[in-house]
């Protein structure tokens, strides 16, 4: 029995419970997350215009997970979106558990780790993205690890449908690829496949709205977000405020999603060009909030907002006890206990993190290293100026692996952990 109740594919039900539980609690049918109100109608109209007749910009939103939550929403009614996150996240942890224990890592934490994490419950319990891309994700870098170029490049393809963030990540993936020694003809079969559906994609794009682009996002991204983030941080003026006066210039600009988002594009490389150290500076003032806490959103789902909006922005601008201040104004005794417990419990998997990368080191495992940083590197600069819990939820799990390793006895996978296929036979 006991044997049976620690099978890997159990113990994957345990955080499935905890977002359902979450879910029921904070009512499933509501979505309280702006994105996704668009994934949602962008998928009820999938298959009969996608964006066109909705409130939906054109290019806004990438098709991967619309198409995902279509299907899902035809099978299970309006819990699909539920169902697919779900299931995503159950084929997540089974992985991680058979990873783990082919590593000798505990399965134990990583469920503690997983089922418990705030913001990987906020995530599965709404109709969000990052549930599915985790799972395209990790299979991508499965596959590197194994030295198979063409699968990974065909999930990473996948991946990008769903999260146009990824768009770029497999220019480091390449660089990893040739410093591995890779042929040539895989590295370039794997550029042509890791790119195939954000190009077909476009040509979409140019056959419907005559542009070929892949999203009408990027621009605007770095326009609203990076250079709004930036003037807010160095003329220390509140973010929403800021924004609302650079979308000035964009106002009855032109009707075309894609031309505003390219004279956004522009406007927002000619700022950084006029202010190269200052943007930089608040780039690099921003990356903090990649590590924050992510109770928030967990909080958020329930429906305990508890006054939680702008506490980063007061943060920087008033000091910690505004922040406190506002963050718990509101809030009930159990929501400030719990958020104080869940803050010390995040510090600790934190610790495991560096202590983690430190046996890494001491092992002399530098490829593993090498990977490590590339990878999370990219999600924690690519996004710099804008940063947020879900940025790092989206390399939770490879954290995970690394606060495993942290633990007393963790470092016996270090004989174990190899960047390839192990040289026993046994894919370890």
Known sequence: MKKLLYNNWILALIPLLMVLLVASIGGIERQIFPDAGDYAVLAENFFSGFEQGTAVEPGWRTPGYPAML???????????????????????????LYRASGWRLSRGWLIIFMGLSGGIIA???????????????????????????????????????????????????????????????????????????????????????????????????????????????????P????RNELSKPLENLTPDSFERDAVAGKLAMQWILEHPAGFMHSQLLDLPRFWMPDITPLWERLGLTCGNQGTLDILRREGIAAAISHYFG????????????YTV??????????????KLILAGRFKALT?????????????????????????????????????????????????????SGNQS
């Open 123 to 237: 995530l599965s319990s709404s109709a969000l993205s990052e549930i599915v891309f985790i799972f395209f994700l990790l299979l991508n870098i499965e596959f590197i690890r194994r030295k198979m170029p063409i699968y990974s490049g065909l999930m990473l393809a996948v991946a990008v449908a769903i999260r146009p963030a990824a768009l770029f990540l497999w220019i480091v993936e390449i660089i990893w690829l040739i410093m591995t020694r890779c042929s040539w003809r895989k590295v370039l079969a794997f550029a042509v496949l890791a790119n195939l559906i954000a190009g077909i994609w476009a040509v979409r794009n140019y056959c419907v709205f005559d542009h070929f682009a892949y999203t009408s996002h990027s621009g605007r991204y770095n326009y609203f977000y990076k250079v709004g983030g930036a003037i807010s941080y160095l003329e220390d003026r």
């Open 239 to 242: 973010f929403d405020e800021v």
């Open 70 to 96: 279509s299907v899902a929403v035809r099978i299970f009614g309006k819990t699909g979106y539920l169902w697919l996150n779900l299931i995503f996240l159950y084929m997540t942890i089974v992985f991680m």
């Open 330 to 341: 509101n809030a009930s005794f159990v929501v400030i206990a719990v958020s104080i417990i």
């Open 345 to 358: 419990g995040y510090g600790f998997v934190l610790v495991l993190i560096i202590i983690g990368f430190v």
């Open 371 to 423: 990977a490590l940083v590339l990878l999370l590197g990219y999600f924690w600069l690519l996004p710099a100026g804008n940063l947020d819990w879900r940025f790092r939820m989206v390399v939770w799990p490879i954290l995970v692996f690394i606060a495993l390793i942290g633990l007393p006895g963790g470092g016996v996978c270090l004989k174990r952990i190899n960047t390839g296929v192990a040289s």
